[in-house]
C-alpha cells in the first residue's frame, strides 16, 4: 500500500486491513500507538509532525484518559530533529508515562488482531566488491536505523535471494560479471516491488545502463564515492534512502501488468500556450523515474522548457538523449548561450 495522506489523523484500529506493510519515513510525519498491558498495538494514528504542539499533547492526554485505555501503555515515536522541541511540550504537559521513540524510520506490519511495529530498516547489497560491500555495510549501519540482513557478489542468484530475503530496501551495483544490475532489477521488480537503489562506478558511456534500470523500476542513483566524498555519499545516502521507502510496502507483490498505467496529458484546447510562456521543472532525489513519466506523456507541441536535475554531470547528458528518445519533441542537455525554442525541453 502507497502511503495515504487521509491516514493523518485518523484512529486506526487493528482490523484495518488496509495498512499492513508500509514503511513510515518519519520527516513530515509521526505516529501515535496504544498498546495494551500484555503488549499489543491495537490501534495508532499518523499526525503532521508540525502539528505537534500544546493542543495536540492536550488531546493525546484527553483520549489517554478515555475509560477504555486506563491500562493502555501509549507510545510516541517522532523524527530525531524534532527531538529538542518535543521533550520541552512533553515536559510543560507532564506527560512522563508516555514512552518517546525518536527514529527518521518505521515499518507497521499487522497479523491478525494487532499492529507490529519496528523501527530497523532491513536492507540487502548486491555488488561484486568485496571492499565496497564491506564500505557500506558500515555506511549504512553508521545511520544509526539500519539493518543489512545480507550482502549478495553473485549476480546469477542474486534475484531469487533478495525476493527470499524481501529486504525493506535493495542496493544494487550495475557492472557486474554475467548478468548486469539493470537484468536484476528487472528480475526482482517483475515479482515485487522492493525499493531500489543503484550504486554503481559507471562512465558517461555506460549511462545509458542508470535509465534503464531507472525505467525498470529502480528508484534513484548514487555513484559509488572516492575516498574524499565519503562523507557526503553517507549524507546523500541517507537522504535518498527516507524519501525512497517512504509509503512502500516491499512484502506487497506488483507485478508490471497490475502497475498503473499513466494516462497521457491532454492539451489544453483555444489556440495553445502563451508565446511569453516558458516551463520549468526542478527535481532532486527521485527526479529521473518521475521526469520520464511527466515528459513523456506531453504532447509535441510545448512551449521553452528548463529542466534543473539534480544528476551526477556525468550522466546529464545520457539521461537527456534518453529522454529524447521517448518525447514527440527534442530533449537535450543544454549549452552555454542557447536560445530557448519551442517544443524544446
Known sequence: MSFDPSLFSKWLVADDKNLSGINFSLVNKALFCAESASGIC????VFDIRTFNQDFVERLRSRKDRPEYVSFKFT????????????????????????????PFLKVEQSE??????????????????????FLKN???????????????????????????????LTMDLQMPGKN????????????????LLISSLSMKEGTLVFDALNAGAFDYLQKPQLAERARFQEELKERILVAIDGAA??????KKSRKKWPALTPCQGGGYDSNLIWCIGAST???????????????RIPPTLIVQHIPALFSKSFANSLNQLCPFTVKEVEDGEPLLPDHV
Open 286 to 300: 527521485g527526479g529521473p523515474p518521475a521526469l520520464t513519466r511527466i515528459l513523456s506523456s506531453l504532447p509535441a
Open 113 to 134: 488482531d494487532r499492529f507490529y511495529i519496528r523501527s530497523r530498516l532491513r536492507v540487502v547489497n548486491v555488488d561484486d566488491t568485496p571492499v565496497l560491500l564491506k
Open 76 to 103: 510516541l515515536y517522532l523524527p530525531t530533529f524534532s527531538k529538542g522541541r518535543a521533550e520541552a511540550i512533553l515536559a510543560v504537559a507532564n506527560l512522563s508515562d508516555v514512552q518517546v521513540h525518536y527514529t
Open 139 to 169: 555506511t549504512l549501519e553508521k545511520l544509526g536505523f539500519v539493518d543489512v540482513i545480507a550482502q549478495i557478489s553473485d549476480s546469477a542468484d542474486a534475484a531469487q535471494k533478495v525476493l527470499s530475503l524481501s529486504p525493506d530496501l
Open 250 to 255: 516491499p512484502t506487497k507483490p506488483a507485478p
Open 42 to 45: 491495537t490501534g495508532l494514528t
Open 181 to 196: 544490475g539493470v537484468v536484476v532489477v528487472r528480475e526482482i521488480l517483475d515479482e515485487k516491488y522492493i525499493p531500489t
